[in-house]
């Protein structure tokens, strides 16, 4: 028969390369923690509507990249291409959003339907935060310093911050005006998507990939030139707040980001190394989103970023992360060493929670076990034969630091270990 295959642009994490998820998980979680962030964990199907509502009809996203369906009852779902929607979803059905400050994060697998290659995947996963509540260019900075202690934390140095402003909707109207106008003089230049979009999303033709649209997207009137002075005061803020901190970044103009949602501070970090898959994690503001949403105006900024980019990065540099080595490995040579191994082992745990013990019972010599065990990379082997259990003993043996074998009562195999891990 015929074996079975993963999904196209859907990956197994084998357990090789689980110590680098895990270090990212656990070093992420307790950096926004410390900061006052909760996580949240939502439903990974919504209905079709939140995201086409929020991540907006004309984006690349809700247009091609969704993975939707009817279920059996005839309702349009999709499997989350990103978090803020089903965030903000949540915050609003529950009421944690209504006149209060709320910090929030979040990790998980999101769904795009994207051509698959290094860096870009149909399943791929998030670590993300959205603070609501706020309004002030404080939390659009702190957001910023978050992340950038973040990569400090994990060892990943070399990033480039790239940030923008998006104004506000008086400001990206009275631009829109314009840049219609130019895209309009330059209609014979424009690519398929762009035609379309210069009539729905005009805005989004500045995020266009394709490289023979950048000479024109170039040239095009910057959205930051239109901010009115509220807006620019805001993001001078955040620079300020970002030059003190000793953060560095430059102003992108053309960086507007994928969804439709943002205003004010867009962000984002970008490394050279991944190639065309540069940017390890995005954010920005969005205060019309929860309104959007069907909730009460409430400020919100978050920010997510791509755990497989990030682990690229880590498995890359020299960050030295690897299993825990077990402390032992206990092996039974013998039918009664068989039968005794798991219930003296379950003694050990009893007496050691932390004890990391594998057991090697059952069929197979000594020697093919002792191999099992050098390979298993543990500091001691524990070897029960039929000598050992006639006289209720135990050999320790050191595997990595040459120090010699010694016998002890299995009765006081607890206490040995307790000096030997
Ligand atoms: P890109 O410009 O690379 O398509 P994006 O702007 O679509 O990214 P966001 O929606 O802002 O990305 O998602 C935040 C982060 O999630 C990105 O910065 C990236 O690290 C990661 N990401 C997005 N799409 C994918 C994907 N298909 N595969 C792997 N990681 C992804
Ligand atoms: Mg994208």
């Not at 079975?4 to 994490?13: E, L």
């Not at 992108?252 to 490394?271: A, C, K, M, Q, S």
């Not at 082992?345 to 090697?360: G, N, S, T």
Request: proline letters at 4%; glycine letters at 8%; one cysteine or more.
């Amino acid at each position: 028969m015929k074996a079975i295959q993963a999904i196209r642009g859907m990956n197994d994490i084998l357990p090789q390369d689980i110590p680098f998820w895990q270090h990212l998980e656990a070093t992420t979680r307790a950096v926004l923690e410390s900061y006052g962030y909760e996580e949240i964990r939502t439903p990974i199907l919504e209905k079709t509507e939140l995201f086409s509502r929020s991540i907006g009809e004309v984006t690349d996203i809700v247009e091609k990249e969704m993975y939707s369906f009817e279920d059996r009852n005839g309702d349009s779902l999709s499997l989350r291409p990103e978090y803020t929607a089903s965030c903000v979803r949540a915050g609003v059905e529950h009421g944690l959003l209504f006149n209060a400050i709320r910090r929030l994060w979040y990790a998980g697998p999101m769904f795009r339907h994207e051509r698959p290659q290094k860096g870009r995947y149909r399943q791929f996963y998030q670590i993300g935060a959205e603070a609501f509540g706020l309004a002030g260019p404080e939390t659009d900075a702190e957001l910023i310093l978050l992340t950038a202690r973040l990569w400090k934390r994990l060892g990943i140095d070399g990033l480039r911050l790239e940030i923008n402003s998006l104004g506000s909707a008086t400001a990206r109207a009275a631009h829109r005006q314009n840049l219609v106008a130019y895209l309009q003089q330059h209609i014979d230049e424009l690519d398929k998507d762009s035609h379309r979009r210069l009539k729905t999303n005009p805005l989004r033709i500045l995020d266009s990939k394709n490289p023979a649209m950048q000479a024109l997207v170039d040239k095009a009137p910057r959205l930051i030139d239109y901010l009115d002075d509220a807006s620019r005061t805001h993001f001078k803020t955040v620079e300020q707040i970002l030059q003190t901190a000793g953060i560095d970044f430059t102003v992108n103009p053309r960086l507007v980001r994928g969804l439709d949602y943002y205003n004010h501070t867009v962000f984002e970090w970008i490394t050279d190394r991944l190639g065309a898959q540069g940017t390890v994690c995005g954010g920005g503001r969005y205060d019309g989103l929860v309104a959007q949403i069907g909730g009460k105006a409430t400020p919100g900024v978050g920010f997510s970023l791509g755990c497989e980019r990030v682990i690229a990065l880590l498995q890359e540099s020299d960050t030295r992360i690897s299993h825990r080595a077990p402390d032992a490995y206990l092996i039974a040579v013998g039918e009664e060493a068989a039968r005794a191994a798991h219930p003296l082992a379950e003694a050990l745990r009893d007496a050691l929670p932390k004890l990391h013990l594998i057991v090697d019972a059952g069929a197979g010599s000594f020697k093919a076990k002792m191999k099992r065990a050098d390979r298993s990379t543990a500091k001691l082997a524990l070897v029960l034969g039929d000598d050992e259990m006639s006289h209720q003993r135990i050999a320790i043996k050191p595997l990595r630091s040459g120090e010699a074998q010694r016998s002890v009562a299995q009765q006081a195999l607890a206490e040995q270990l307790k000096t030997l891990i």
